[in-house]
């Protein structure tokens, strides 16, 4: 019979028996820091798409197509220049819409109020990688918005670029 103060184990099995429970210690608290981690990637991404437009803050939403074609009627590319639809179509399209709409890229209408003044289109147009890398704010928003994608650098001049917003901004 064992007496109260005997050990029923012998210091190698006490051994296998502490690295064990260590073990499932360990795991734990990694599995605990993961969650920790998810759950804060949901807050920041869900902080992200809090910024959406309502419906009264897009004056442009919820009306007719035909209410918009008189805007789009007005579009006429200077003498001359390129073609803003056409660079659009050529460029863009694949990935944005001339909406309030997000596929791939975010929805374009109104996008000349949402972006920084001076020259941030440029740079963000033809070298976004660059500006991610800046850690600019506003395109760290528009990653985050488009679930972590990127758009890829165009090879527009300025000239380009502007005649693409000309023709965005006519609707």
């Not at 419906?55 to 209410?67: F, M, R």
């Not at 760290?140 to 901004?169: C, H, V, W």
Request: aromatic fraction near 8%; include cysteine.
């Amino acid at each position: 019979m064992i007496s109260s103060g005997q050990n029923l184990y012998s210091p190698l099995q006490r051994e296998v028996r502490y690295r064990h429970i260590i073990n499932r210690l360990g795991m734990m608290v990694a599995f605990l820091a993961f969650i920790i981690l998810a759950l804060i990637a949901m807050l920041v991404f869900r902080r992200a798409g809090a910024n959406e437009m309502t419906l009264s803050e897009n004056k442009n939403s919820g009306g007719n197509v035909s209410d918009m074609m008189p805007h789009a009627m007005n579009y006429k590319p200077e003498e001359g220049k390129p073609n803003g639809e056409q660079l659009f179509e050529q460029k863009c399209a694949s990935c944005h819409q001339v909406s309030t709409e997000n596929i791939t890229g975010p929805g374009l209408l109104g996008v000349s109020e949402r972006i920084p003044a001076g020259d941030w289109k440029y740079k963000w147009i033809t070298n976004p990688a660059a500006m991610r890398d800046q850690e600019d704010p506003y395109a760290l928003k528009i990653i985050a918005e488009s679930n972590g994608n990127m758009m890829t650098p165009q090879n527009l001049s300025d000239e380009e670029i502007d005649e693409i917003f000309r023709y965005i901004d006519a609707h």
